[in-house]
């Protein structure tokens, strides 16, 4: 599960933050797409995909921690030491929000220093932070995007300061489109979000190492946001939901009234009656409207998050 805590940095203004409207500069928590108003909201979601675990990520004031900590420990009361938890941070914090994050439960902190530090990070609290995170027992990391290779990274590797480094691919979104373009940054041809160079040089110079692991763009859209839509779907379709390859759900929705679909003798569990439309197994319908039974309706595929985001609608007359 990702649960973004906060969206106020007030040390940083990354050019390439990729946070869109919903994200940037609000107090909202978000458990994956679903508000959170409550406590429970952070549970509920989990559940409903199975989560092993939670990466959390948001901005920085004081206000962010403390919501972290709460829920770190939410989590861990509900799902055991077994529920694996990892925080995304721009800033060091020092060594007392090392230790509340461990007694908490955190298991993993994964830094993203200045981009306009790197290859100067020695010797400073960047440094520091690392050997004052294992101290408090929690597993310390680097995490980047794939700007460009530095050997600083590495070095920090070899030397035992920090335990992996994730490099993420380089990418252009909604949220930091124009700020790109700007810094003299294109998309790759024929790709959606992917930076047009970066990949190139994190492969050839960084991804040999043992503790370096490269996340591309096209890997984080079709392995792990699938895996999590379907662990999703799995969870919360109903008897006559399909759920696709792609983790999305299927069904058929019409707007006949209820009472044609109990004259026909149609089994319950083939359909759900809402309060201006039947939602019915996609199948059901379309052998339906081929029959003369019902004039029309559509099939519609649809994300099962929270928002439930449809992804296409095929009509059906």
């Given at each position: 599960m990702?649960?973004?805590?906060?969206g106020?940095?007030?040390?940083?203004?990354?050019?390439?933050?990729?946070?869109?409207?919903?994200?940037?500069?609000v107090?909202?928590v978000?458990?994956?797409?679903?508000?959170v108003e409550?406590?429970a909201d952070v549970i509920?979601?989990?559940?409903?995909?199975?989560?092993?675990?939670t990466?959390?990520?948001g901005?920085?004031?004081?206000?962010?921690?403390?919501?972290?900590?709460r829920?770190l420990?939410?989590?861990?009361e509900?799902?055991?030491e077994?529920?694996?938890t990892?925080?995304?941070?721009?800033?060091?914090?020092?060594?007392?929000?090392?230790?509340?994050?461990?007694e908490?439960?955190?298991?993993?902190?994964?830094?993203?220093?200045?981009?306009?530090?790197?290859g100067?990070?020695?010797g400073t609290e960047?440094?520091?932070?690392l050997?004052t995170a294992?101290e408090e027992?929690?597993?310390?990391?680097?995490?980047?995007?794939?700007?460009?290779?530095?050997?600083?990274f590495?070095?920090?590797?070899?030397?035992?300061?920090?335990?992996?480094?994730?490099?993420n691919e380089?990418?252009?979104?909604d949220?930091?489109?124009?700020?790109?373009q700007?810094?003299?940054?294109?998309?790759?041809?024929?790709?959606?979000s992917a930076?047009?160079?970066?990949?190139?040089?994190?492969?050839?110079?960084?991804?040999?190492?043992e503790?370096?692991?490269?996340?591309?763009?096209?890997?984080?859209?079709?392995?792990?946001h699938?895996?999590?839509?379907k662990?999703?779907?799995?969870?919360?379709?109903?008897?006559?939901?399909e759920?696709?390859?792609?983790?999305?759900?299927?069904y058929?929705?019409?707007?006949?009234p209820a009472?044609?679909?109990?004259d026909?003798?149609?089994p319950?569990e083939f359909?759900?009656?809402?309060s201006?439309?039947?939602?019915?197994?996609?199948?059901?319908?379309?052998?339906?409207?081929?029959?003369?039974?019902?004039?029309?309706?559509?099939i519609?595929?649809?994300?099962?998050?929270?928002?439930?985001?449809?992804?296409?609608r095929?009509?059906l007359?």
């Amino acid at each position: 599960m990702v649960l973004f805590v906060y969206g106020y940095c007030d040390q940083r203004d990354c050019f390439y933050c990729p946070l869109g409207e919903n994200r940037k500069n609000v107090t909202q928590v978000y458990a994956n797409e679903r508000p959170v108003e409550d406590d429970a909201d952070v549970i509920t979601e989990a559940k409903k995909m199975d989560a092993l675990g939670t990466s959390i990520t948001g901005g920085e004031p004081q206000e962010a921690l403390e919501r972290t900590c709460r829920y770190l420990r939410l989590l861990k009361e509900e799902f055991g030491e077994d529920h694996h938890t990892h925080l995304y941070t721009g800033i060091t914090g020092g060594r007392e929000n090392m230790r509340r994050l461990s007694e908490a439960g955190l298991d993993e902190i994964r830094f993203h220093p200045p981009y306009e530090q790197w290859g100067d990070l020695h010797g400073t609290e960047w440094e520091e932070i690392l050997y004052t995170a294992r101290e408090e027992e929690l597993t310390p990391a680097f995490e980047i995007p794939g700007i460009r290779a530095e050997q600083e990274f590495l070095d920090f590797l070899d030397e035992g300061a920090a335990d992996f480094c994730n490099v993420n691919e380089f990418e252009m979104s909604d949220g930091n489109y124009e700020r790109m373009q700007e810094a003299g940054y294109e998309l790759q041809d024929g790709h959606m979000s992917a930076v047009e160079g970066s990949k190139d040089a994190i492969l050839e110079e960084m991804a040999s190492h043992e503790k370096v692991y490269f996340c591309t763009s096209v890997f984080k859209d079709a392995a792990q946001h699938r895996s999590r839509l379907k662990r999703m779907a799995e969870n919360v379709q109903r008897d006559f939901d399909e759920v696709t390859d792609d983790g999305t759900l299927v069904y058929g929705k019409t707007y006949t009234p209820a009472e044609r679909f109990t004259d026909l003798g149609v089994p319950e569990e083939f359909y759900t009656a809402k309060s201006e439309h039947i939602e019915v197994a996609w199948w059901l319908l379309e052998e339906m409207i081929e029959d003369g039974d019902v004039e029309e309706g559509e099939i519609v595929e649809q994300y099962p998050t929270y928002d439930g985001q449809v992804v296409e609608r095929t009509p059906l007359a």
